[in-house]
């Protein structure tokens, strides 16, 4: 890999986690930092203050796990993607910037936590979703399967409008039953990442 060092001898690694897809930290590589992380697997910088090469975790056992590195259009900085063990932040955090390292669906995670609002409140709650928490689990249960009848039959017709609305209307009704039984997208991207080959 082709890497154009600073004036230094130093190129930024922006660190992020492989899975969740979360920036960890930022750090510096000089060549032989970037040879050592590459043979060893744990990311090792170049400490600016220390004058020396620092492994991440060599003293807290906080490693940074090596899954990838690639290189901007620039080729002067380095995308590190890791698995991490524990924090990454020296102050204990998962990151630099003081974030959980959460998995995130983008928008379906708002959703979930709006639906999960939605649970914890239902008594004080006049929300469609509040009404379907407080019918109970075989109302909840009985709409997904309405839904996913909807969604057969639109799928065999050819109006992608209605198709989409329905498949949008039976993954937020799942999304409810997920949370009714106390799980959420993170626990099926589990059992989906075990069925893995």
Not at 25 to 53: C, D, H, I, Q, W
Not at 164 to 187: C, M, P, Q, T, V
Request: proline share 2%; hydrophobic share 35%.
């Amino acid at each position: 890999m082709k890497i154009k060092y600073d004036a230094n001898g130093l190129v930024p690694a922006i660190i992020q986690d492989a899975k969740t897809k979360t920036v960890l930290m930022l750090g510096y590589m000089n060549e032989e930092a970037y040879l050592k992380t590459n043979e060893t697997k744990k990311v090792t910088f170049y400490s600016r203050s220390k004058k020396r090469l620092w492994t991440k975790g060599e003293e807290s056992g906080n490693f940074l796990n090596l899954v990838a590195i690639k290189n901007d259009c620039d080729n002067d900085t380095l995308l590190v993607t890791v698995d991490p063990v524990g924090p990454t932040c020296h102050k204990g955090t998962d990151n630099c910037w003081g974030d959980t390292n959460e998995q995130s669906f983008g928008f379906l995670s708002e959703l979930e936590q709006t639906i999960e609002d939605r649970k914890r409140n239902q008594d004080n709650d006049d929300s469609y979703v509040a009404s379907l928490f407080r019918k109970g689990i075989n109302k909840i249960a009985q709409k997904v399967g309405e839904e996913a009848v909807e969604v057969v039959i639109e799928a065999k017709d050819d109006d992608e409008g209605l198709f989409l609305n329905e498949s949008a209307d039976l993954l937020f009704h799942y999304l409810i039953l997920l949370k009714a039984k106390g799980y959420g997208l993170n626990d099926i991207e589990q059992v989906l990442l075990k069925r893995k080959k």
